[in-house]
Each structure stands twice: as C-alpha cells, then as structure tokens.
C-alpha cells in the first residue's frame, strides 16, 4: 500500500543511504588522499636538474613557510571560516525572509526521518565546499610532485658545491641527485612550487564565496553590495599570489596555474554539482527539452523541405472546389474519381 505524501513533504527513501555509503567513502577517501600527499613521502617528489648559476633559482632564501607575510596557517584559517560564515549568515536569512510559498520541500525519508530544508542546504553546501577544498589540494600537490619545479630560491637552499660538480659555464646542467649540501627538507620543499597551493585554495574560496553572494544574496535598494564584496575577496586571493612572488617562494607561472586551478574546481562544483545554489520550487514544472540551437538562436542544422504529392493533390482538388463547387472524395484505390453533378442539376 502506498503511503500517501502529505502536504509541503517530499519522500525520499535514497538521501541516507547514498549519504552514508556513497558520499562519506568518496569525503574520506579524498581527506586521506590529500594527507598522503601533504604529510608522508608515499609519493616521491620528481627530482629536476638545474644549470650551474641560473639566475631564475638564485634569489635568496626568505626562510620557512611559517615566517611569510602571509603564512599557511593564515590563510587555512580564512578559507575555512570566511566561507564557512557567508553560507550560514546566507542560509538563515534567505530561508526566514524566503515566502513561506516558495520554500523548498522538507525531505522524509523512510517515514520516520524528517530533514528541515535549511539544514539540508546548509550540509549539501559546506559539503561541497569542503571536498573542493580537500579537491583543490590533492590537483596542487600532485602537480607539485609529478613535475618538480624549483622554486626561486632554490639554489640558495640547495647550496650546490660548484666546484665538485666541476661548475665552469652557466650552460652546464647538473642532474646529480647529491648535488645538494643544503637541509634536505628545505630543499625537497624547495622542489615544489609548480602550481601554487596557497594560491589555488585562495582562488578557490574567493570564488566559490563570490559566486555563493551573488547567486544567493538579495540586495535591494543597492546595487554595490555584493560586488563590493565579492572583488574584495577576489583581491584578496589574488593579494596571496602576489606576496608569493615577491618573496621569492613562487614564479608567475606558478601563481597563475594555482588560479587557474582553485577557479576551475570553484566554477565546475557551483555550476555542475549544486546548481549554482537554487531553492527547488514545489510545483514548478519541469523545463522542456529545447531543440539544439546555436549561439545566435538559428538552428544548428536546416533540412529542406519537400511537399508530399498527396498534399498537392489535396491542394489542386481544393481550388477545383471552390471555383466549380464540386465535392470530392479519396478512394483507398490509387487512382482519385471525382463524382461531379452540374449546376443545373442542384436546381
């Protein structure tokens, strides 16, 4: 028997089963994933050669991570709880301003469990938000392991002993995996700068709490609002990116691929995954599928069009009609009689 749906309630019997064995596995299997690659030496760093004197990996030493204008512990913490503080002030206001007749449906599943829609979008959002995290660090360190680039100061941390590598022109390429005196654990930091990391997660909670304010938030009266804010988060990433090169940690190319990185994953999980953070209206009915169209609006393909001969047939028989006042029929034989009676003979 079924069970009938109440009023303004939605079942669902595959939201907790999908959540605990589908998308819990896939959280934590991505965490892990990202803590190898952060914290253990599971995966090796590709070692690069280097030329003797290369003026681009000469700059000085500026120290450890931690001594930075801007460290990671810094930046970790406004990645977290910048966004983390948009989405919930976001949630609570739209769901308590939002028209009681456009909320979303309250979720029940299996009859007993009953999920308030604004907790839902609160989960489902920081939920994302946290695996693109996770996400944005896995592709920035694994870009950094497999291609190994050095950083700019890495001949300074490296300290290469020129003369026992027999150092005489700047066109000499060293490949020697010992060529190094320095502390091997600065100079295995100093072997990953290709893409920035604190750029590609500055880029990727810029972005995603930009696009979050002005999908979601409703601003009347003004119009400057949620731009103020969202360039202002913009300006702060991009803020990161350039500290990195003027302290001599990253390159250009280096800050670029981490932008290009955290605004790709920000744009593809809002646009793809979450529906650029849409309420689902009860009621509304489902978007028809459109033709395929181009740009422009034309078709993408126009086929000719080629008149039937039974139309035209039906055609000539009509203008036959209406001139001589004549009926017509369609026999099933191919051939057509037309029974025809004269005038005189309606009279």
Known sequence: MAVEEKPGV?????????????????????????????????????????????????????????????????????????????????ELCTFFIKAEGVREKTIVTADCCYFNPLLRRIIRFLGVYAFGLFTTTIFANAGQVVIGNQTPHFLSACRPNYTALGCQTTLQYITERRACTGNPLVVMAARKSFPS??????????????????????????????????????????LVGVVRVAEYRNHWADVLAGFFTGGAIAVFLVTCVINNFRWLQPGAPSPRPQRPESLLGMPMVTLPCVESPLEKLRGDLRSLRSHDRQPYRFPAAPDVLIQSRSISSEV
């Open 197 to 238: 990391k604190d750029t590609a997660l500055s880029v990727y909670a810029a972005a995603f709490t930009a696009m979050y304010v002005t999908l979601v938030f409703k601003t009347q009266g003004t119009r400057l609002t949620k731009p103020t804010i969202s360039l202002t988060l913009l300006c702060l990433a991009a």
């Open 10 to 90: 939605k079942s669902s019997s595959s939201i907790v089963p999908c959540f605990l064995f589908v998308e819990l596995v896939i959280m934590a299997g991505t965490v892990l994933l990202a803590y190898y690659f952060e914290y253990t030496d599971t995966f090796p760093v590709h070692i690069q050669g280097f030329f003797c004197y290369d003026k681009s990996f000469s700059k000085p030493y500026p120290g450890p991570e931690s001594a930075s204008k801007i460290p990671p512990v810094l930046i970790y913490s406004l990645v977290t709880a910048i966004p983390t503080l948009m989405i919930l002030a976001g």
